[in-house]
């Protein structure tokens, strides 16, 4: 399968075309609108329309099933889906680093896309906070030397030794630059598994934590960092812990805060804040979730009120008695 | 830039865009609707939809974006564009190879997935209609022994000797087990242009060789090459020549019938013969060119009709007097 994430064991592939799940691999294989091949879907008045192709090129007239992918289930049902899938790699390797500084990390991510190229298959993040919540909470143990920030490298490849080499080279190269001062590397199941679980069970271990604010935010991958450091700074000790994780190969930041108890106070500083951070550099206030029913009404932080005006207008094409997954996605008022 | 095609040296991107183009390298990076990040259109009340972001995740809301590749400019004409570019290959390597029969075609792509996986950039075929066309017209030299097929391999990756040994390695295999009775292989620019050009110039070779049928047709891989066995044997001397070639890696056949000069009988013999032959086996009339003003009536052979009154449906709603492109790509009356 092109498309790999935390909610593997309990997500359904119908919900994750709905909702153009994004996930571990998208920096290798891609989003599901590249992907998706083909799509049955069952439209508000009960007809079905069946686009369900399962061809590579296909021009013959407008991709309707675009539309549907993403659309939250308000625009259709989808019951079918053809999807794309790469050649299963024989070599999967691990890396997990510890950088010094997230300066370091960007600057171990370019010389990543460089060295590794071809057999990328995911760079993700994870902030101390993060390593110290999955610790606690989870008993999880940190393989590394404690640093500020923590990277997971996978390679996914044809030939074990060729990547085997591609890694080693450059392990060597951003140690002795001292853009990391410590790693592990894995290339079998179990401890494959250990390493991702670090990054993977960070959501599980921030419900253990308290009540969680949960952001899914897109910015350029140079500013990524600075939302949390922020947002450190302006909540202090109105919460309990502040932290960031995420995608770093596709510019997606989870940003989390966590408090003992819900607080309206703290919610109205961290929202609209948030937001108009994200929309000063033109990012995306929801990456790779929905915007559901909680953010609809910030939907303009991120586009354009002829674009939402628009959306509106298909909404009503698609779905006149509004019918749908209802209350979700668009703000039911025009926006100004 | 994530897109190569034959028409590289004139096309426009924004036309690219508009006719979601295919080409050479769609294999390895996929669609423009993966990775075209943003756009900028103007609809058709001469107001400007910005969509122009350049985030590789964002679920804010329906893709709008998506309506406008492919649309052939009938919804709203592209005037920016944001694309995603993989990292540059450090590498590119050529193999030219000969084949006795498609099936032996066929098995090589398989080896070639498994062998070459990650680093495959582009899998071509041309059968010897093909060479001999571009050998009389453009007085090209065949570089490998005449048969009846020839595949060209691209591969392109970050480290060179791990990708000539992949390809070594593939070659030995696919010698020694039959598939491929000659091969030749380039790594330097003009010799790598040379067999390029091989496959790139066919469509001229064919303006060269009188009055073209041409046809852009999408198959499931295995059935590719039994349509122009098929038309050979229907059209038998009415045609000068019945040639087949094209992207086999995406399933993509590029179908061309020369004649002395235009016929109408010809014609009919072609059509709708062809689309009654790829609707059977649930293919594309168009795969990577556009309906345009020719087949739009033929779009039903690859869409049922309730997509295409959807589509309609979409023109109406963004072009209510039908100034943008007009009798393009949809039919004007309900197709039943």
Known sequence: MPLDLGAKGSCH???NVATNAGGLRLLRYGSLRGTVLGLEVVLADGSILNCLASLRKDNTGYDLKQLFI????????????SILCPQKPNAVNLAFLACPSFSQVLKTFITCKD??????????????????????????????????????????????????????????????????????LASEGKKIKAL???????????TCDGVVYKYDISLPVEKLYDLVTDMKVRLDTDAKNVVGYGHLGDGNLHLNVTAESYSHSLLDAIEPYVYEWV??????????????????????????KEAVLLMQQFKVMLDPKGILNPYKTLPSKAVR
């Not at 033109?282 to 939907?299: C, D, N, R, T």
């Open 13 to 15: 592939i119908g919900g």
């Open 115 to 184: 060295m590794l190229g071809e057999i990328l298959s995911a760079y993700e993040f994870m902030d101390n906070g993060c390593m110290k919540l999955v610790e606690r909470h989870l008993k999880l143990t940190n393989p590394v030397a404690e640093s500020p920030f923590y990277v997971l490298i996978e390679t996914s490849g044809s030939n074990s030794t060729h990547d085997e080499e591609k890694l080693s080279h450059f392990l060597e190269h951003v140690m002795d630059s001292d853009l990391v001062v410590d790693g592990t």
């Open 279 to 304: 929309s000063q550099y033109y990012g995306s206030i929801s990456a790779e979730h929905g915007l559901g029913f909680k953010k609809k009404h910030y939907i303009h932080y991120s586009k354009p």
């Open 196 to 206: 991702w679980a670090l990054r993977e069970r960070i959501t599980e271990a921030l």
């Open 70 to 81: 993403g659309s939250e289930g308000t625009l259709g049902v989808v019951t079918a889906v």
